[in-house]
């Protein structure tokens, strides 16, 4: 092993194959395996451990852990002071972020924070909650929930405090939304002593920008086609690209290949209207990464 090491923690549970799948897009050679906790990066001067996304933020800011990705959320719960390198949009069902909200009953008639007063609510979140309370002016009973949070309302608790992504879960348990607390999403953090070591950052800063342009190219495409210089204007009006696109001469005169980067979602109406405009021999390509 490296005489130079930087500890990573990295989200166990239902974030733990999309953040597999991301550090692979973004080039490491990740092998997981099932029995343990320590996933090998293909890199030496890397160690990783797997661990709940709620356990990190205690682990990264008393420097057992160098850094690793967790939830926005998890921060704010632990209350602890990190460094935010940068934000990772993604989750276990999409890319988006993870909003938390607060929801009681269908037939409930609590209709605001005001209307908390006096009730009892269910929550992984305890101390974002009293905050949430407290800012309002606000008692109510709080109390921590181990799991299916949503499945206690209204027999067991008044409202619930609870992380969606569609929501579909809490429409399935007759559930609406009161409110919406804030959005949450995965982000790659640091130790503050450990940004302050030189190598450290280089190496925290490199995986950053590797799986921040390995998410990018998620939504994104890259596009090849050969146009007839007499078409040049008319295709090129149609590109919303990335940058203005590359345009080469071929080796038949008359003609240019044209490349460009766009959204994945404008291809199906894209592509006929670059057909229509004059393109030929179009081609679509998926991407690994974008670096912007």
């Not at 967790?70 to 390198?85: A, C, S």
């Not at 908390?116 to 008692?139: M, N, P, Q, S």
């Not at 204007?233 to 001469?249: E, F, G, M, R, W």
Request: proline residues 3%; contains cysteine; aromatic residues 6%.
């Amino acid at each position: 092993m490296s005489e130079r090491v930087l500890k990573i923690g990295l989200p166990k549970g239902s974030l733990q194959e999309a953040t597999v799948s991301l550090f692979a897009k973004a080039g490491f050679a990740i092998t997981v395996d099932e029995r343990a906790y320590a996933p090998d990066l293909g890199d030496e001067e890397l160690w990783a451990v797997l661990l709940r996304a709620q356990e990190l933020p205690l682990y990264i800011a008393n420097g057992v852990l160098d850094c690793g990705l967790t939830g926005y959320d998890w921060i704010l719960e632990r209350g602890v002071d990190l460094v935010e390198v940068a934000d990772l949009i993604y989750a276990k069902k999409g890319m988006r972020p993870y909003k938390w909200v607060l929801a009681v009953h269908e037939n409930s008639d609590i209709h605001s924070a005001k209307d908390l007063e006096g009730k009892r609510i269910a929550t992984e979140l305890v101390e974002v909650t009293k905050k949430y309370l407290a800012d309002h002016g606000v008692e109510a009973d709080v109390e921590f929930s181990w799991g299916a949070t949503e499945a206690k309302c209204p027999d067991l608790v008044d409202a619930v405090i609870e992380g969606t992504e569609t929501g579909s879960t809490l429409r399935a348990n007759n559930l609406r939304i009161v409110e919406v607390l804030f959005e949450s999403c995965t982000k790659f953090v640091a130790n503050k002593d450990s940004w302050e070591d030189s190598w450290k950052r280089q190496k925290i800063e490199s995986i950053a920008l590797l799986l921040t342009a390995a998410l990018a190219a998620e939504s994104k495409v890259g596009l090849k086609m050969n146009v007839h210089e007499d078409d040049l204007d008319a295709v090129i009006s149609c590109l919303p690209a990335l940058k203005n696109p590359t345009v080469s001469p071929l080796a038949n005169g008359g003609w240019v290949a044209i490349e460009t980067i766009v959204d994945a979602n404008l291809v199906v109406t894209l592509i006929p209207e670059l057909k229509e405009a004059g393109a030929q021999g179009i081609i679509e390509y998926p991407l690994n990464k974008v670096v912007v």
